[in-house]
């Protein structure tokens, strides 16, 4: 079921060769170096002094001579693989070479977080979080990180070393695999590097003569990188071994004794076997492969002629001093580039694919049995009778071969039935899976819709505050203007009140001068002489009809204050009761009716002032009267004095009562002062109680404000799946540098990306 892009050609080992510097010790024994580097990179000639003496060409993928940069190694030797894996292939990359070579230098780096000095593994681990940043958002990814060795043929896990004796198995979805071996989720290369120092910790390394920090084991470092894609929900996995083999010595040269030399020869004895593998894959002859000889081999078992890209990187010594390992370890490479390998992109089909595969095999089926049906119609047309097809027959006629034909087709449809099984299972853990996601997915819509009405509830409010607060302000503003109006409204009164006190005034100072002129007349009267001359009661007369005049005029002018006081009134009551201030209306009211009652009052003194003056003109007609009969005698006439008298009395009275009038109007003048005063202060206080009013709507505002907030803040963080931060569950990193299900994201990470898209060939070391 592999398609095109499953085969791309099987892809033989890549084997690259890398010579280190001389080292000091070696210096010192010979600072020559007896190898070559021709400039197509792909060669190197080893001017040997052993065998025949003539110089060894060896052809590699390619040649790093001994001033190549880790960079340069990293990108020709090992990106193509890790690129492979975030394809879904499996890919392997490892060194071997003789011990002190440089296989720890090239795969780990003296320094894990020198960007120039790092070797392979951390610039893999770097090239992996670069691509799921880089990746499309639908692909989710997860990687994990396991790290073991093999050292005296047990598997040790690096990450937890209570389990020293893991065990290999092998199955068709996972190919071979360490049984039980930890595998650690990790979110970036700090991760990463904080494993890797673990386990390089719990490693085996010990000193020899040749090299101080010499690894006694091999040491296995894997990386799976599996994806999701979460349009179609197809799988792709894909697993990066990088394999630092423990170095091949000759125990003389090392000095290896006691464990030292136990180790030695067990390291030996697994890079034998290794050998032998490698042999066994290329002589063309061998049929059986001895990949569970050891447990180096079984590992490496898919890395080796199996289902991965694998780089063999042979590391070697430019000495003289080391030529006999260095020509052993150039034609280990040597066979070892005729592997042959057959990666294949580790991929579950999705439910989609597998139905079109079906709907495809059915109409081979129907296309095969139309073919078949037009057979017999040719054989029937030409007479041919159709064979007698009688399955227990053929079994007694079939030969051997047949037989063995038809077992090897019962295995492949056996096959295809386990295949399908497997797919089956693998389809319901998968809906399984998909209907847990679905369901999580759904709470998460249910919180957001909970969320957005909440939000559309405060947004609500928030408007309708708005709204209550402009009306406020427009009613803070009416309300000035009414105290604006109300004050113009008091000033007016006040002119009209004082207008009223000079018309008093005035009406006072004629009364006074009626008084005078009364008395003059009661004078006369008492002295029983009439001293008023015709002309004189004329001008009395006169008089009189000015004072009425004048009192008619004073009447007329009342009546048009009232008119105004009437025509204000009404205004501001009906301003007042815009703003439901029925007090203040009543208060007016009742100002307006004391008011209407003192000018009632005040024409009834004006009407008794007027019956006084026709009293008066009775007096001055009996004055006539008592002119004529002046002769007949005092009594008359005092009787005529008594009743002027007594009106004179009546005038002195109403006098008295204008006075207290006018008194009570000063009263009611200083009443209605207060009562402005008492507006102005409702006023005052309405307009603080607004001022307090709008302070709690801002603090409402600057609540609602926060909340809203909070809300986006709740908006923009993803709720997680599962329990939390523990780094050994299930998680995964969305591609696209998106934040991962526990927020973790990868940027910043790539320190060693920054420095390669710089030139990242212009470094040596
Ligand atoms: N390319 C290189 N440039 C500079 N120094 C190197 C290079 N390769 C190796 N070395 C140095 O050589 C010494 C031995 O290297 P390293 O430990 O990597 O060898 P090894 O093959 O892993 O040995 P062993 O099999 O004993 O573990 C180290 O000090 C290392 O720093």
New binding site residues.
């Given amino acids: 079921m592999e398609d095109q892009e499953d085969d791309p050609g099987a892809g033989n080992v890549r084997v690259l060769c890398?010579f280190?510097?001389l080292?000091e010790k070696e210096k010192q024994m010979s600072d020559n170096m007896n190898i070559e580097f021709p400039s197509d990179n792909k060669t190197v000639v080893v001017n040997q002094h052993m065998e025949s003496g003539e110089p060894l060409k060896f052809n590699f993928d390619y040649v790093f001579s001994?001033r190549a940069a880790q960079v340069t190694v990293y990108e020709i030797a090992a990106r193509p693989i890790v690129e492979a894996v975030m394809q879904g292939f499996n890919g392997t990359v490892f060194a071997y070479?003789q011990?002190?070579?440089?296989?720890?230098?090239t795969m780990t780096g003296?320094d894990l977080e020198d960007p120039t000095m790092m070797g392979i593994i951390p610039r893999m681990v770097s090239t992996v979080f670069y691509q799921i940043e880089n990746a499309d958002e639908h692909i989710e990814f997860q990687v994990k990180v396991s790290y073991c060795e093999i050292y005296l043929e047990k598997i040790k896990d690096l990450l937890d070393p209570t389990k020293n004796n893991l065990k290999v198995h092998e199955d068709r979805a996972r190919g071979v695999y360490i049984a039980d071996l930890t595998e650690k989720s990790v979110y970036n290369q700090d991760d990463v590097y904080e494993l890797m120092k673990i386990g390089t910790a719990n490693r085996e390394v010990g000193a020899?003569n040749?090299?101080a920090?010499?690894?006694r084991s091999h040491a296995i470092f894997i990386l799976t990188v599996t994806q999701t894609n979460s349009q179609d929900f197809s799988t792709k996995v894909g697993k990066l071994y990088l394999v630092?083999l423990?170095?091949s010595e000759k125990v003389g040269k090392t000095g290896a004794a006691g464990k030292r030399l136990e180790e030695a020869k067990n390291i030996n004895k697994s890079l034998t076997m290794l050998g032998l593998v490698i042999t066994s894959l290329t002589d063309g002859k061998s049929t059986h492969i001895p990949y569970r000889d050891s447990k180096l081999t079984r590992v490496l078992q898919d890395s080796l002629g199996g289902n991965s890209k694998t780089a063999l990187i042979v590391?070697c010594s430019p000495s003289p001093y080391n030529e006999a390992e260095t020509i052993s370890t150039l034609r280990f490479g040597i066979r070892a580039k005729s592997i042959k390998n057959k990666p294949k992109i580790n991929r579950e089909y999705t439910v989609a694919e597998l139905k079109l595969m079906l709907a495809k095999a059915k109409e081979e089926i129907i296309k095969r049995e139309r073919t078949i049906r037009m057979l017999e119609k040719a054989l029937e047309k030409n007479n041919i009778p159709l064979p007698n097809i009688n399955l227990s027959l053929e079994e007694e006629k079939s030969s051997d071969e047949e037989v063995e034909e038809e077992k090897a087709t019962n295995a492949e449809y056996l096959e295809v039935i386990a295949e399908l099984e497997d797919t089956r299972t693998k389809l319901s853990e998968e809906i399984a899976i998909k209907a847990k996601m679905k369901q999580d997915n759904d709470k998460f819509i249910d919180e957001i819709e909970e969320a957005r009405i909440e939000y559309e509830n405060l947004l609500k409010m928030y408007n309708e505050l708005g709204a209550r607060i402009e009306e406020m302000e427009e009613s803070i503003k009416e309300k000035d203007d009414l105290i604006e109006k109300l004050v113009v409204t008091k000033e007016s009164l006040e002119s009209i009140v004082d207008g009223f006190n000079n018309h008093q005034l005035e009406l006072e100072q004629a009364l006074t001068s009626k008084d005078v002129e009364i008395n003059q007349l009661k004078i006369d009267l008492k002295m029983s002489k009439p001293t008023i001359s015709n002309d004189q009661l004329t001008a009395l007369q006169s008089r009189l009809q000015e004072t009425q005049e004048e009192n008619h005029r004073l009447e007329q002018e009342i009546e048009a204050l009232q008119k105004r006081a009437y025509s204000a009134l009404p205004k501001q009551a009906q301003n007042i009761e815009q703003f439901k201030e029925e007090a203040l209306k009543k208060e007016r009211d009742k100002w307006n009716d004391e008011k209407r009652k003192l000018i009632r009052e005040l024409q009834i003194r004006v009407e008794t002032i007027a019956k006084l003056e026709d009293e008066l003109d009775d007096a001055k007609h009996n004055y006539k009267a008592l002119e004529s009969t002046l002769s007949e005698g005092e009594r008359t006439l005092k009787k005529k004095s008594d009743i002027l008298e007594r009106n004179l009395e009546q005038l002195t009275l109403m006098y008295h009562q204008l006075v207290s009038e006018k008194s009570k109007w000063t009263v009611e003048k200083k009443v209605s002062d207060r009562k402005n005063q008492r507006l102005t202060e409702k006023a005052k206080a309405l307009e603080d109680q607004i001022k307090s009013e709008r302070q709690r709507f801002e603090q409402l505002d600057f609540q609602l404000k926060n909340v809203s907030e909070e809300l986006e803040e709740r908006k923009s963080v993803r709720p997680t799946i599962g329990n939390g931060p523990a780094r050994n569950i299930r998680k995964t990193i969305r591609g696209g540098g998106a934040k991962g299900a526990d927020g973790s994201s990868t940027p910043g990470h790539n320190r060693y990306f920054s420095m390669v898209n710089e030139n990242p060939f212009e470094r040596n070391?």
């Fill in positions: 890398r280190r510097p080292n001994p070479g011990t002190s070579s440089g296989k720890t230098f003296p020899t040749m090299n920090g010499s690894s630092d423990a170095g590391t070391n």
